[in-house]
């Protein structure tokens, strides 16, 4: 690691071979925490090139205990996070929503490094128990069309550097990494970025994939739909602004959509609003996402038809059984 250090420390990037071969090494535990938290500070002190996101992508996916959930076309929705934003679990309840349509979600996620609550600290505090066993992840995604992928468990390098994330508690390259390594490979995709050059960096490299996506950027800095301003959408067709009243029908407060204080706060708020008691602000979120990502399938012939759908779903209790059955099956 020295040798790779005073490398980067020369102003030099890395190819796409090196970057990969350094995610490897740190999966097997040949770095120490010193060398890795040097390693992790080069990429917040300058942007990451594409070279290197490809190569760390790589070695990820070539590690990763891979998810086979029998062919089914599945739908992932995760933000980056690193927004600094604290806003309620909206991508994970976009995910009940769009599994209580029928569409069979592979939620990939992981513990908050820069956030209160990520999406597996409320998974965790609503009972789900992480687990990497194929064969009940297919159950779970059978019964209840959907099933929650705990990042650590399918990638030995993020269960390597978890405790520095953790202490630095402000985001790095692997917040742009986790979006990208969903170890189910899923078809469909909406991925919310912080900002607009992270845009650009995913349409290049998920336009390689071969798969369905789309991208969201709030332009006030958000990774999700927030409908606090406008959104720039990107996809497999091109790119365009959209307002949050094309999106949610009318726009909404940053303080309608605060994630709460603590793990306790943000799961109770998740349940509320599954159980039909959120705001109409949190409604309008949460929808928006789910539409999108709905839209991002070609099984509507519009957004408004997709919204419609999520909007079934969340007061038709769907949504809220979606949870149910999943919890059940623990």
Not at 27 to 50: C, D, P, Q
Not at 61 to 74: I, K, M, S, W
Not at 210 to 225: A, K, N, Q, R
Request: net charge neutral; charged share 20%.
């Amino acid at each position: 690691m020295k040798k790779t250090l005073q490398y980067l420390f020369e102003y030099k990037t890395l190819s796409r071979k090196m970057a990969a071969e350094v995610l490897v090494n740190i999966s097997k535990g040949l770095y120490n925490e010193s060398e890795m938290a040097a390693f992790i500070t080069v990429f917040l002190m300058r942007s990451i090139t594409i070279d290197e996101l490809q190569g760390f992508r790589d070695a990820l996916l070539e590690l990763c205990v891979r998810v086979d959930l029998n062919g089914h076309e599945v739908m992932d929705i995760v933000g980056t996070g690193g927004d600094g934003k604290n806003t309620f679990n909206i991508s994970t309840l976009a995910c009940f929503i769009v599994a209580g349509t029928g569409q069979k979600v592979a939620k990939h996620g992981n513990y908050g490094a820069s956030s209160i609550s990520g999406a597996s600290n409320v998974m965790e505090m609503l009972g789900y128990r992480f687990k990497n066993d194929p064969g009940q992840l297919k159950k779970e995604a059978e019964i209840a069309n959907i099933c929650f992928l705990h990042a650590p468990l399918f990638h030995p390098a993020l269960k390597a550097v978890g405790a520095i994330r953790r202490n630095l508690g402000i985001r790095t390259f692997f917040n742009m990494l986790g979006p990208m390594v969903n170890p189910a490979f899923p078809v469909f995709q909406l991925v919310g970025v912080y900002n607009l050059e992270m845009a650009r960096i995913y349409n290049y490299l998920l336009q390689q994939t071969g798969g369905s996506f789309t991208i969201i950027h709030g332009l006030d800095g958000y990774d999700e739909i927030s409908l606090t301003n406008d959104t720039k959408v990107i996809n497999n067709q091109g790119e365009r602004i959209m307002t949050p009243e094309q999106l949610g029908k009318r726009s909404v407060e940053a303080k309608d959509i605060y994630g709460g204080n603590t793990v306790e706060e943000a799961a109770r708020i998740f349940t509320q609003i599954l159980q039909g008691e959120g705001t109409w602000a949190q409604n309008a979120v949460v929808l928006a996402n789910a539409a999108m990502a709905l839209h991002c399938t070609g099984n509507f012939e519009s957004y408004d038809h997709s919204y419609e759908a999520a909007v079934r779903s969340l007061e038709g209790g769907m949504a809220r059984d979606a949870l149910k059955k999943l919890i059940q099956l623990q």
